[in-house]
């Protein structure tokens, strides 16, 4: 147990929905980085957060959106969901921008 | 932009046998992570190198950082079916400490019994 949360563990919804995934970091740490996996993209970097502020940004579509709360949690936030954005999603908590990550369990979206 | 290589990308091996799985780059990186990935988990740290040509040992893996800090090597001794997963490596950029993790596809690992 890495110490990391992300609810749900799975999501099913049609394509034009709009869904919240959330995640909570491990006690004490104020990074957390949102990950997208597929099996042909591989684990690509969304966005990064650190103490409620913006730190840096991948590949994250504008459809797509997250934010960082006082209490540190964080929630990415998918619209205009598409057959494409079926993937796993993976939120990782660190002490700072440049210590080791761990990873929550995912979020498995599926979009029909 | 950097990129890390994995190679193989795949691979199937029998209990007991040896291997070595490689992560390679063109670029520097301040230091290398190695994660294993089990189906439908979360990628789980296993270590961390920093100084070029660093030896970690853990258990059964040992983990080699290039002189250059270029590439990194797994090597796994006497495999066991839960040796099983995929092994991601991800590397930091020297010079940004707010650069994002770089991370390669992956090595799946198949340890049959």
């Known amino acids: 147990d890495s110490g990391v949360t992300q609810t749900p563990k799975h999501l099913i919804t049609a394509t034009g929905q709009r869904v919240t995934l959330r995640c909570s970091p491990r006690s004490g740490d104020l990074s957390v980085y949102w990950y997208q996996q597929s099996l042909d993209q591989g684990l690509q970097f969304l966005i990064q957060y650190y103490n409620g502020e913006e730190r840096a940004k991948g590949n994250i579509l504008e459809r797509f959106s997250a934010q960082q709360f006082p209490d540190l949690h964080s929630e990415l936030n998918l619209s205009s969901l598409e057959l494409g954005d079926s993937a796993l999603y993976f939120c990782a908590s660190a002490r700072t921008s440049y210590n080791e990550q761990f990873f929550g369990p995912g979020t498995r979206l599926t979009v029909l | 932009t950097q990129l890390l290589e994995q190679s193989p990308q795949f691979l199937s091996i029998q209990e007991g046998e040896n291997l070595t799985v490689y992560c390679n780059s063109s670029s520097v990186f301040s230091s290398l992570q190695w994660y294993r990935q089990e189906p439908g988990e979360g990628p789980v740290l296993l270590v961390t190198?920093?100084?070029?040509?660093e030896v970690k040992k853990l258990k059964r893996l040992t983990f080699q950082f290039g002189d250059a800090r270029k590439d990194s090597s797994l090597h796994i001794t006497a495999a066991q079916p839960g040796d099983t997963g995929l092994y991601l490596c991800a590397g930091k950029d020297p010079l940004s400490e707010n650069t994002p993790l770089v991370f390669g596809k992956g090595t799946r690992l198949s340890v049959i019994a």
């Open positions: 190198v920093v100084t070029g040509g």
